[in-house]
């Protein structure tokens, strides 16, 4: 299971780490005139320092550790902190 508190490498995107911003949701034929809303198993990914929402597959993240990437520009193995 995914966590808003860690930073991810996301397979096909070398290089840059990754946060989980939530579950994607979306309506089904049953819910859409209702308004709820439906996991769809995937998970909204945004790169750290950037705000464009990727839809990842969770089984394609791994965890990173604090050291393993830059918290300001999100390359992971920059040296800059």
């Known amino acids: 299971m995914l966590s808003y508190e ?4 996301v397979d096909g995107y070398s290089g840059i780490a990754f946060y989980f911003a939530g579950p994607e949701l ?10 709820i809303m439906n996991e769809t198993g995937m998970a909204r990914m945004v790169m750290v320092g950037d705000d464009r929402e990727h839809i990842i597959d969770p089984a394609d993240c791994t965890v990173l550790g604090y050291e393993d990437y830059c918290s300001s520009c999100g390359q992971i193995g920059c040296g800059w902190n």
């Open 26 to 35: 979306k309506p089904d034929e049953d819910t859409e005139w209702t308004g």
């Open 6 to 9: 860690q930073r991810y490498s």
